[in-house]
């Protein structure tokens, strides 16, 4: 059936407090799952909300944490999630990154002891309509093998960015630093269909194209059949959001995919940068659409961040499609 997003909203929302969420944790989350289900990013959306339930059930989140301001000097900003689920605490961290930002012209906000932050250029939403431009990233789970090596140390560590235009949807840059999401293999594993070859490796460092193999072994770096750069570039954000700001490393981490384990503690980063303490707001609105202007010359170019605007628009004016069983289930539950 197609459900309006609000009722989807509300619908999830119940189901996490249900589960031992605070009502504000509840409706942050339900929020960002709804939004990522209506972007078609199936894999960060309603995919999530059993698993969140779990972890609020079996103590892997601490449903009563409350977000809080942890550690502050000029524009850096460390923020506390308190074991609890993502989404209040990279809220708190992206607001208080953009007030410092539009004192001091740039802001980084580091989130600790979090745990999976869903869709990461979504926190920068607010960055972007504030016109100025966000940077994201997060850390997770072991899920990539350094270059060269053999076994999970890195998550997948997606990065995320958000450049704000005059008119017209902001450019949203949004990736995953593994060849894919790793919540796409969780999507196949579920549905118990097979993934391609080059997205993973399983538990003896072997090639798989087997999805419930690839979750108990380790996903392949972007272009990690050729070159060490996604496995760099991984290495690069491990670091950003646990020595720099105090999180913990994705191998010191259980993995999202099972219900019962320790608290993840994770970390997420976001830098915001006011473009009018630099080249001025309107030079830098002026040079962006001389870029955009540049890349729609070749009719193939889709904007980044286009498509998932107009699913997601679509889905405002139609509702989003969600499997009878699974509303049912949540009632149920």
Excluded at 99 to 106: K, Q, T
Excluded at 269 to 283: C, I, K, N, T
């Amino acid at each position: 059936m197609k459900v309006a997003a609000a009722e989807l909203e509300a619908l999830v929302g119940a189901h996490l407090e249900r589960a031992g969420a605070h009502a504000a944790m509840a409706a942050s989350t339900a929020a960002a799952l709804v939004l990522a289900e209506a972007q078609g990013l199936g894999s960060h959306g309603l995919a999530r909300v059993g698993q969140y339930a779990a972890h609020l059930r079996n103590g892997r989140v601490d449903g009563t944490a409350r977000a809080r301001v942890l550690r502050r000097k000029g524009g850096a900003i460390v923020v506390d999630a308190g074991g609890g689920l993502a989404f209040p605490a990279c809220g708190l961290a992206v607001r208080e990154a953009i007030a410092a930002a539009r004192e001091l012209g740039v802001a980084f906000a580091g989130v600790v002891r979090s745990h999976h932050c869903g869709v990461v250029v979504d926190h920068l939403r607010a960055v972007g309509a504030a016109g100025m431009v966000g940077l994201g990233f997060a850390n997770s789970p072991a899920a990539m093998p350094a270059a060269g090596g053999r076994h999970a140390i890195f998550g997948t560590n997606p990065v995320a960015a958000i450049f704000p235009r005059r008119a017209g949807d902001a450019l949203m840059v949004d990736l995953s630093l593994s060849e894919v999401a790793r919540g796409k293999v969780m999507v196949a594993a579920r549905e118990r269909k097979p993934i391609p070859p080059g997205w993973a490796l399983d538990a003896d460092g072997n090639p798989t194209t087997d999805a419930a193999a690839a979750l108990a072994g380790s996903m392949l770096p972007i272009g990690a059949v050729s070159s060490p750069k996604g496995a760099m570039l991984a290495l690069v954000v491990e670091l950003l959001v646990t020595a720099l700001i105090g999180g913990r490393y994705g191998f010191e981490a259980s993995s999202f995919f099972v219900d019962e384990g320790d608290r993840p503690g994770i970390g997420q980063a976001f830098v915001v940068v006011d473009p009018g303490a630099l080249a001025g707001a309107d030079r830098y609105f002026d040079r962006v659409e001389v870029l955009v202007a540049e890349m729609l010359k070749d009719d193939g170019v889709r904007l980044p961040g286009a498509r998932r605007e107009a699913l997601r628009r679509r889905a405002e004016a139609e509702g989003i499609e969600v499997p009878d069983a699974l509303i049912a289930g949540w009632r149920a539950a």
